[in-house]
Nanobody, 124 residues
Framework: QVQLVESGGGLVQAGGSLRLSCAASGRTFSSYAMGWFRQAPGKERESVAR????????YYADSVKGRFTISRDYAKNTVFLQMNSLKPEDTAVYYC?????????????????WGKGTLVTVSS
């Protein structure tokens, strides 16, 4: 089993920043795809960012491009989402996700491992 635990969510004013962390345990992640999703009330879950654990390529949703950065700490088995210039529209529960198949992270289907989520609230 793989366990993912998010942290770092909270309340921040528009224009501010937050850094989300996702601590992973249970398996080696050298061949895993990692990503962040978010879901706002009444909205469908959407992909925010993703990358391979041991790769350099990244993906960002257009809505967050230029503001969010996904990164990782190999030694700590942790993936991060640095969120800058936050907007009220970014308010959502953010979930960390992982799968051995990048395709699962791309299409958002069949992802094997999820964190419980951390709430990000951006006030205007």
């Amino acid at each position: 089993q793989v366990q993912l635990v998010e942290s770092g969510g909270g309340l921040v004013q528009a224009g501010g920043s937050l850094r989300l962390s996702c601590a992973a345990s249970g398996r080696t992640f050298s061949s895993y795809a990692m990503g962040w999703f978010r879901q706002a009330p009444g909205k469908e879950r959407e992909s925010v960012a993703r990358m391979l654990w041991s790769g350099d390529s990244t993906y960002y949703a257009d809505s967050v491009k230029g503001r969010f950065t996904i990164s990782r700490d190999y030694a700590k088995n942790t993936v991060f989402l640095q969120m800058n210039s936050l907007k009220p529209e970014d308010t959502a529960v953010y979930y960390c996700a992982a799968d051995r198949n990048l395709g699962a992270l791309i299409n958002g289907r069949g992802i094997n491992y999820w964190g419980k989520g951390t709430l990000v609230t951006v006030s205007s």
